[in-house]
């Protein structure tokens, strides 16, 4: 089996079934063990040991689903989320993280899409919060998930690993990037490493995957072999990008004073994906 990321996970049971019966979730929603999400500062708020936080049901504009046989909702924060908030993600219980990851993504598709892209006019909740349609043309519209492929590229038992513009001093993680349209994995995984980094790979393969709520991309998560160790990096994406031993990874895992890497986020997919290279 592949390794788990944080975020990921079944969370509740999503009782999709339920979705086109807005009498059944309005029945759901009066029950007396119905809670629903609270947010504080576009974020869905936490509890002091890290737990999602509920209260009574007040405005239930999004169906989460059943957490046993106890209706979860959600209203919309008042405003997306500026950033993710990584102070926040520290303290989330990771048994929360599936349903925190949900909820979110949920919320910042409505708040993003509250006109159709067909006809232009105001769109309403529909299917207990999964889809919306619009009052003008009845065209209907559904949560978007956008794929970013995220790859570790090997050579000669090294790792290539690049750090971008943004990233703290002496910070490395791995590449990534966006699937384009009409695209396969493999191919976005090849274009993106020829392109950030000039190098051609092979024997590309899957390792796992996480949905990324910062608003709603899933990151999938691969490996490579690169066919060479020159490397040509494009300055307009990275700053530098290197070639990085398992002894060098190890050690910046483990937070050695002097490695340079990226500090072992349990919530970073990147993580994963080291410790797995690390572990074959």
Excluded: K
């Excluded at 929603?29 to 737990?51: F, I």
């Excluded at 392109?195 to 691969?222: H, K, N, R, T």
């Amino acid at each position: 089996m592949p390794p788990e990321p944080f975020f990921s996970g079944s969370g509740l049971d999503r009782a999709d079934l339920l979705r086109s019966r807005p009498e059944r979730i309005a029945e759901l929603a009066a029950r007396g063990d119905a809670r629903q999400l609270a947010w504080a500062d576009g974020l869905p708020a936490l509890d002091a040991d890290g737990r999602l936080s509920w209260e009574p049901v007040r405005e239930p504009a999004l169906f989460l689903g059943l957490d046993g046989d106890s209706p979860r909702f959600a209203s919309l924060p008042a405003s997306a989320a500026p950033a993710p908030a990584f102070a926040l993600l520290a303290q989330l219980d990771e048994q929360d993280a599936p349903l925190f990851a949900c909820a979110l993504s949920l919320a910042n598709w409505h708040l993003r899409h509250g006109h159709c892209s067909v006809c232009g006019q105001p769109t309403g909740i529909v299917r207990g919060g999964w889809s919306r349609r619009c009052g003008g043309c009845g065209a209907e519209h559904f949560p978007r998930c956008d794929p970013v492929v995220i790859m570790l590229a090997e050579h000669d038992g090294r790792l290539l690993l690049g750090r971008q513009p943004h990233y703290p001093p002496g910070r490395f993680s791995a590449l990534a990037g966006f699937v384009e349209p009409g695209e396969t994995i493999e191919a976005a995984v090849a274009r993106e490493l020829r392109e950030e980094a000039g190098i051609q790979v092979a024997d590309i393969s899957y390792v796992a995957s996480q949905p990324w709520p910062f608003p709603s991309s899933l990151m999938i998560g691969c490996r490579a072999r690169a066919l060479g160790d020159a490397l040509t990096i494009d300055f307009t994406e990275l700053d530098d990008a290197r070639w990085f031993s398992r002894d060098e990874v190890a050690a910046a895992l483990t937070g050695e004073e002097g490695a340079a890497f990226l500090p072992p986020n349990r919530y970073a997919i990147a993580r994963t994906l080291l410790d797995d290279w690390l572990a074959a």
